[in-house]
C-alpha cells in the first residue's frame, strides 16, 4: 500500500510554484509531501491491524474445534472412557503448544529454507518479522493440533496414556510441521506459492489442508488403530461387527455443531489476510479478498449440508433408519472434502464435493468393518479417505479466475482439469496423496509400532474391560449411585440398549 500512496516533492514544486517563487514552493511542496506520507503511513498500519485482528479471531474459531473435538470424541465412546478422551484433548493442544513453540513452527515455516524443512524461528527466535507476527504463530498451532486431535479418535478407549503423551509431540513438533512446510510454505517444494520450479507448474493447491491436516490425522490413525487391533467385543467369534454404541448422542451433535463453527475460521481463516482489492478499475473495487473470504464460507458450508443430507437418505437406504450420529460424521466428512478447495471453486462444484464425500466415508466404513478395522471415531475413514477425496476434487474442480487471483494473477496458471485447465494441477495432488501416506506412514507407523514393542501402546486387558477412567484416571466420568456401580450396570441411568452399553465393566 505503501508504495501505491507515495508522493514526490521534485513533482510537486513546479506545480506549486508556478514559474515564481521556487523556494517557497519547493518548502510547500517537502510539507504535503510530509502529510501526505504520514496518512499513508496510518493506512498501512491500519491494514496490519485489519489483517492480523481477521487472523487472530479466525485462530480463535479454529481453536474453539478442539472443545468440538472433545466433545465428539466424549459423546462417541462408552461412559467409562470419557475422561480418558476427554484429558487426551487438553494434552493434545498443551503438549502440542510446547512443541510446536520449541520445533514444529520453525520446521514449518523457517524460512529460509530448502524445500523439504524450515531452519529458522525455533523457539520463536527473531520473531516477529515482516512476514511472520505472533497471530501466524497462534493460528498455526491451532492446525497442528487439530491433527493430533483427529488421531486421538482412532485409538480410543484401549490406548495408555503415556503413548497419547508420545505421540501427539511426536506428531505437533515434527511429522506435521514438515508437510506443512512441503505444501503452505514459500520455500517448500509442492507449494503454489514458491517463486520458481513449480510442482507440474501449479504446485499443490491444498488451501486449509485437506491433506496437510486432515490426511496427516488420518493416516497417523489408521496405523495407531492397526497395530493396536479393534476393541475387545468389537468383532464377534463368526467375525460379525458389533456395535460398541458411544454413550451419548447430545454429546456429538454437541461437538459437531462446535467443530461447524470453527470450520469458519479454518477454511476462510486460511486466506491470513482480508485488506486487499481484485478490483483493477474504481468501478469493481468492492471486489477483494473479503469477497473471496465469504465465497469461502460458502463452499464449506454447501458441501457440508449436502454430505450430511446424503448420508441421512444414504443411511437410511442401506440400513433402514435415520441416525443422528451417521449424520454429524457425514457432515464433518464434507467439510473435511472441501478445505483443499473451498477458495478456488464455484458453490455448485460443492454440492458435488459433498455429496461424493458422503459415499466415501459410508464405502470406507463398510470395507473397515469388512477388514475387522476398529476405529471408533471412523476418524482414519472420514479424515483421511475424505480429505483424499478433496484434494482429488481440487485437481478437478479448481475454476481459473480463482486460481489466478489468489495464487498470483497468472492467468495461464493450471487450474482444475474438468474445468478445462489440463492435468497439471490433478497430477500435482496425486502425488501430495502419495507423499504424504509416505511420509506419515513412515514416521507414525515406525513411532506405533516403537510403542506397541515396548508394550507402552495398548492397556491391558483387564483395564480395557473395567474401563480407563476407572483404571488409570481415578474414577469414572458421571456419578452412579452405588448400586449401580456395584451391580455394574448403567442401562437406566444411559438408556442403553445393548450389554456392552450397559456394563460398566464391558
Not at 63 to 88: D, E, W, Y
Not at 193 to 212: E, M, N
Not at 474 to 483: C, N, Q
Amino acid at each position: 500500500m505503501a508504495s501505491s500512496l507515495s508522493c514526490s516533492a521534485s513533482d510537486l514544486i513546479p506545480l506549486l510554484s508556478g514559474g515564481a517563487n521556487a523556494t517557497a514552493a519547493a518548502a510547500a511542496a517537502e510539507y504535503i509531501c510530509g502529510r501526505f506520507d504520514t496518512v499513508a503511513g496510518k493506512f498501512t498500519d491500519a491494514a496490519y491491524a485489519i489483517d492480523n485482528t481477521y487472523l487472530l479471531f479466525s485462530a480463535y474459531l479454529v481453536f474453539s474445534m478442539q472443545l468440538g473435538f472433545a466433545m465428539l470424541c466424549a459423546g462417541s465412546v462408552r461412559a467409562k472412557n470419557t475422561m480418558n478422551i476427554m484429558l487426551t484433548n487438553v494434552i493434545d493442544a498443551a503438549a502440542g503448544g510446547l512443541f510446536y513453540y520449541l520445533f514444529g513452527f520453525a520446521f514449518a515455516f523457517g524460512a529460509p529454507s530448502n524445500g523439504f524443512i524450515g531452519k529458522h524461528f525455533f523457539g520463536m527466535n527473531d520473531f516477529p518479522k515482516p512476514s511472520f507476527d505472533y497471530p501466524y504463530f497462534l493460528y498455526q498451532w491451532t492446525f497442528a493440533i487439530a491433527a493430533a486431535g483427529i488421531t486421538s479418535g482412532s485409538i480410543a478407549e484401549r490406548t495408555q496414556f503415556v503413548a497419547y503423551l508420545i505421540y501427539s509431540s511426536f506428531l505437533t513438533g515434527l511429522v506435521y510441521p514438515i508437510v506443512s512446510h512441503w505444501f503452505w510454505s514459500s520455500d517448500g517444494w509442492a507449494s503454489p506459492a514458491r517463486s520458481h520450479d513449480l510442482l507440474f507448474q501449479s504446485g499443490v493447491i491444498d488451501f486449509a489442508g485437506s491433506g496437510v491436516v486432515h490426511m496427516v490425522g488420518g493416516i497417523a490413525g489408521l496405523w495407531g488403530a492397526l497395530i493396536e487391533g479393534p476393541r475387545i467385543g468389537r468383532f464377534g467369534q463368526s467375525s460379525k461387527p458389533v456395535a460398541l454404541r458411544g454413550h451419548s448422542a447430545t454429546l456429538v451433535v454437541l461437538g459437531t455443531f462446535l467443530l461447524w463453527f470453527g470450520w469458519y475460521g479454518f477454511n476462510p481463516g486460511s486466506f491470513a489476510t482480508i485488506f486487499k482489492s481484485y478490483g483493477t478499475t474504481p468501478g469493481d473495487s468492492f471486489y477483494g479478498q473479503w469477497s473471496a473470504v465469504g465465497r469461502t464460507a460458502v463452499t464449506t458450508t454447501l458441501a457440508g449440508c449436502t454430505a450430511a443430507l446424503t448420508t441421512l437418505f444414504g443411511k437410511r437406504l442401506i440400513d433402514g433408519y435415520w441416525n443422528v450420529t451417521d449424520v454429524c460424521n457425514g457432515l464433518l466428512g464434507g467439510f473435511a472434502a472441501i478445505t483443499s478447495g473451498c477458495s478456488v471453486v464455484e458453490p455448485w462444484a460443492a454440492l458435488i464435493c459433498g455429496f461424493v464425500a458422503a459415499w466415501v466415508l459410508m464405502g470406507f466404513n463398510k470395507l473397515a468393518e469388512k477388514l475387522e478395522f476398529d476405529d471408533p471415531l471412523e476418524a482414519a475413514q472420514l479424515h483421511g479417505g475424505c480429505g483424499a477425496w478433496g484434494i482429488i476434487f481440487t485437481g478437478l474442480f479448481a475454476d481459473k479466475r480463482y486460481v489466478a487471483e489468489i495464487f498470483g494473477g497468472d492467468p495461464n496458471r493450471p487450474y482444475g482439469l474438468l474445468m478445462g485447465g489440463g492435468g497439471r494441477l490433478l497430477a500435482a495432488h496425486v502425488v501430495q496423496i502419495l507423499v504424504i501416506t509416505g511420509w506419515v506412514s513412515l514416521t507414525m507407523g515406525t513411532l506405533f509400532y516403537i510403542l506397541h514393542k515396548l508394550k507402552l501402546l495398548r492397556i491391558p486387558s483387564e483395564d480395557e474391560i473395567a474401563g480407563v477412567d476407572p483404571t488409570s484416571h481415578g474414577g469414572l466420568a458421571y456419578m452412579y449411585t452405588e448400586d449401580e456401580i456395584k451391580n455394574g450396570i448403567m442401562v437406566k441411568r444411559t438408556g442403553g440398549d445393548n450389554d456392552d452399553q450397559g456394563q460398566l465393566g464391558v
